[in-house]
């Protein structure tokens, strides 16, 4: 990617004689944004800014998925991983479209991308034109903001807005919508970029009232509580968090999204809680009678029945954002505010507690008498044990992606993640194809790290064809397909809810997965005997490249413990073997 | 319950249909909408009247619509000092002979005739939705052949009674 001087030479050159372009603008600001990576694909409608990027491809590190799908689900893992904004490139039309799912993914797991779409000339907008599509109107209800852009004026404070808006407060998703003569057009070198956004100002800073309120609290506490989520991460709260349930000794439960922000192999960790969570966690989310809500959002597959959901408890819930406040779970002390700021705030006015040290100790003896469990194997091999073997062949130490389905509650079960941004997974809307293309975005984001993507063999054939990045770049990903070939967690579902009516849900035939990585120059092994597992996987994470691990496990393996659908905390099933 | 709930917005293509999604999408009731421009040529004003079923549900339609990016402020004003209008059109069904008994039951709110024609007769008025609603029951009789109303639209009054606190309505903080 480096140029040589005579091609500096030339490039300056060209410039000095072509008046600049919308496209050349948003060149601009993507590196006064410095941005690095970029997830494009082109097309007509920006056949423009394709062009402008080419003129100083050396200033980027370009990515080209081979589905829009999968540009916008790297730069998620790119984005959960790096804690920068993820920027899609899109053309009009299908390639906007294509990016929807993957928006929306954004959208509620928070994550900040700044996606450019394409869109026709504007005297032809509103024509149904060539791949037109109201991209605006399609993606107003899943974005944290968008934009078309009319006036190429107006484009340098609109890109600094968008990347304010995506990576700040609550992070989220902003759609640019850029017509192709605003791109395509000359305009002038420069325009002012400042901007003032009157309805946009998150508050960081909580209230030290509020903490003083769960001060008092903490102080009138038998059963306190923390659980946990993606906002202490997106906070970098990790060590403020460790800190403070150190100092109180209160136990931890974390959200699926949150895993990672507190040693998941600490004494006071309870582990994940939830429709699949430990008994541990739910029982204690149950019993309480103060739960400190640190940046999770009351999904209701953490909740189970609200009805059932800490009956007891006095809830406290520090929140970026304050519509996530009282949304779900009726909340006594609300705390608006950036997690760490809180934890800081928290520090410096709750000195002492009373000791916990009997409910403490009904937890930890939860923890110990119901872990998390698995029947060894000793023919087949099965999903849990695949993850536990791969936890601990990895030290914990892996970048984790995992699409969605059983495979994806085991890894949340079984890899025990000890530090954050070392997990990734679409929590809220369970994308299955999110897990491959996201892994390609983790390891981007850190070239040096062991990424392993922890897929099923359903959701991996919604995107494999990412595989050519992988032989591109030589991407040292460790693809594991635990492959039950089923669609495993509705295969589970039509167990235990629809009499065994197992509607579409097993695979009759399959790639020959090995064959496939080949086809891609990628090393590929199919195994079945859990003693070859064993043997092989050191060497195979060790390998310096990308591998595919066709992983045979078996179908009727399920999910447990679990809360059934519409059932509360305390109506755990399938917590003992 | 019926709220009355004010938005400040900036002028921004998409606006409106970012908001009126946003309530649709998250199954809140909205009676009434109305929109027009401020003081400020950059901003406009919304009026909303809502049907929610308690506070909790008031609170999450401020604090959504508060989350729009070109939302400047939202505010519950049904509790406050405040000045709420609205304007409906009304058109009956009516003749020669009827025009002056009609006359002399809409004088009294106020309203005004704005168009007549052989058999029809249009009458304008302003003013509380409880009013407009009257004068509409008492023409019903003459028969009622179409009705435009803008919906409510309302601010405050310039002085707010001092012992009604100026809390906005919100369990944060
Ligand atoms: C795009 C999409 N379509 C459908 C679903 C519904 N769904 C949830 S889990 C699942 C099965 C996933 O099967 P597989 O990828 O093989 O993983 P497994 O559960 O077997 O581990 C399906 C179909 C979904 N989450 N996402």
């Not at chain 1, 050349?24 to 941005?35: G, P, Q, R, S, T």
């Not at chain 1, 991308?113 to 107003?140: C, R, Y």
């Not at chain 1, 390891?443 to 897929?455: E, F, G, H, S, Y």
Request: net charge negative; with cysteine.
């Amino acid at each position: 990617m480096v140029m040589s001087n005579q091609e500096q030479e030339r490039e300056r050159k060209a410039e000095a004689h072509t008046p600049k372009t919308g496209a050349d603008l948003l060149i601009e600001a993507l590196i006064e944004e410095n941005v690095e990576t970029l997830f494009g694909y082109p097309g007509g409608a920006v056949l423009p800014i394709f062009d402008a990027l080419y003129k100083k491809k050396h200033l980027f590190n370009q990515v080209l998925a081979r589905h829009e799908q999968g540009s916008i689900h790297a730069a998620e893992g790119y984005a959960r991983i790096s804690g920068k904004p993820g920027v899609v490139i899109s053309t009009s039309g299908p390639g906007a479209t294509n990016l929807v799912t993957g928006i929306t993914d954004a959208m509620i797991d928070s994550l900040p991308l700044v996606v450019f779409t394409g869109q026709v000339n504007q005297p032809v907008i509103g024509t149904d034109a060539f791949q037109e599509a109201d991209i605006i109107g399609i993606t107003t209800p899943i974005t944290k903001h968008n934009y078309q852009v009319r006036k190429v004026s107006d484009l340098p404070r609109v890109i600094k807005e968008a990347f304010h808006i995506a990576t700040t407060g609550r992070p989220g998703p902003v759609v640019i919508d850029i017509p192709k003569d605003v791109a395509a057009n000359p305009c002038q070198d420069s325009y002012d970029n400042s901007f003032h956004l009157p309805g946009y100002q998150p508050t960081i800073k909580c209230n030290p009232l509020q903490v003083k309120k769960l001060k008092e609290a903490i102080q009138q506490a038998t059963k306190p509580v923390i659980l946990a989520g993606a906002g202490v991460q997106f906070a970098q709260a990790s060590s403020e968090l460790l800190e403070f349930a150190e100092t109180h000794q209160i136990p931890v439960v974390n959200t699926l999204l949150g895993l990672g922000t507190f040693p998941g192999e600490h004494e006071l960790s309870l582990g994940m809680g939830g429709m699949h969570g430990t008994y541990a966690a739910n029982t204690a989310l149950y019993d309480t009678d103060l739960l400190i809500n640190i940046g999770a959002r009351f999904d209701d597959r953490l909740t189970g029945n609200l009805d059932h959901f800490a009956p007891s408890a006095l809830v406290a819930h520090i929140d970026i954002d304050p519509a996530e406040i009282g949304k779900n779970v009726n909340t006594h002390i609300p705390i608006v505010g950036d997690a760490k700021y809180a934890l800081i705030e928290m520090k410096k006015q709750i000195k002492d507690s009373p000791t916990f040290k009997a409910w403490r100790d009904v937890c930890l003896s939860n923890k110990k008498e119901f872990p998390l469990w698995y029947n060894e194997p000793t023919e087949a091999m099965i999903g849990q044990w695949v993850i536990d073997k791969v936890f601990k062949a990895t030290k914990g130490e892996a970048i984790v992606a995992t699409d969605v389905g059983q495979h994806q509650m085991w890894s949340a079960q079984f890899y025990k993640f000890n530090k954050p941004n070392r997990w990734v997974t679409s929590g809220g809307l369970g994308t299955m194809g999110f897990g491959f293309p996201a892994s390609i975005g983790a390891q981007l984001a850190k070239p040096n790290d062991l990424v392993v993507a922890i897929v099923g063999d359903g959701g991996f054939q919604m995107t494999l064809q990412e595989l050519s990045i992988l032989q591109e770049r030589h991407l040292p990903i460790k693809i594991i397909i635990v492959n039950n070939q089923a669609l495993g967690m509705v295969r589970q579902w039509q167990e235990a809810f629809y009499s065994q009516r197992y509607s579409e849900s097993i695979f009759s035939i399959q790639p020959d997965f090995v064959k496939l990585a080949e086809a891609y120059e990628i090393k590929g092994v199919k195994i079945e005997d859990p003693h070859d597992f064993e043997k092989q996987l050191d060497e195979l994470i060790a390998y310096d490249g990308p591998v595919l691990i066709d992983a045979r496990v078996l179908q009727q393996e399920n999910v447990y413990p679990m809360i059934p659908p519409g059932k509360g905390l305390n109506e755990m099933i399938g917590v003992k073997p | 319950m019926k709220r009355i709930i004010t938005a400040k917005v900036k002028n921004r293509s998409g606006v409106l249909n970012r908001i009126t999604g946003l309530l649709q999408r998250r199954q809140f009731n909205i009676e009434s909408i109305s929109v027009g421009r401020t003081e400020h040529e950059d901003n406009s004003r919304i009026t909303f009247v809502v049907d929610v079923e308690d506070f909790q549900k008031l609170e999450q339609v401020t604090k959504q619509l508060n989350k729009q990016i070109d939302v400047i402020k939202v505010s519950d004003i049904t509790d406050k000092a405040i000045v709420s209008r609205e304007l409906a059109l009304i058109k009956i069904s009516s003749n020669a002979q009827l025009r002056t008994e009609i006359q002399g039951i809409i004088d009294p709110f106020r309203a005004t005739i704005i168009d007549v024609s052989k058999d029809t007769m249009s009458v304008q008025v302003t003013g509380k939705q409880e009013k407009i609603e009257a004068l509409i029951e008492l023409l019903r009789p003459y028969g009622i052949k179409d009705i435009a109303r803008t919906g409510i639209t309302a601010f405050l009054r310039g002085q707010q009674p001092s012992n009604q606190e100026q809390t906005p309505f919100s369990l944060l903080n």
